[in-house]
């Protein structure tokens, strides 16, 4: 059996947090506090089926064609 190189992997490694004064200060935005305005009826998120799969285009027409 051949030895193999380690990979390089950012498990346990020091990574900067680009998020935590907003968390911290209490100024971070979280999607409970967007506010979408009176116009907004009915909302829904789409995932895709395939996990980690790249999302080339999204059809739209039939949101699009909704009074």
């Known amino acids: 059996m051949k030895n193999k190189e380690k990979s390089p992997s950012i498990i346990g490694a020091n990574l900067p947090r680009n998020d935590v004064y907003e968390k911290v200060t209490g100024t971070a935005v979280y999607t409970d506090d967007i506010q979408f305005g009176n116009k907004l009826l009915y ?17 739209v027409s039939k949101a699009r064609a909704l009074p």
């Open 43 to 59: 909302a829904r998120v789409k995932r895709s089926p395939y996990p980690h799969a790249l999302v080339k285009k999204v059809d």
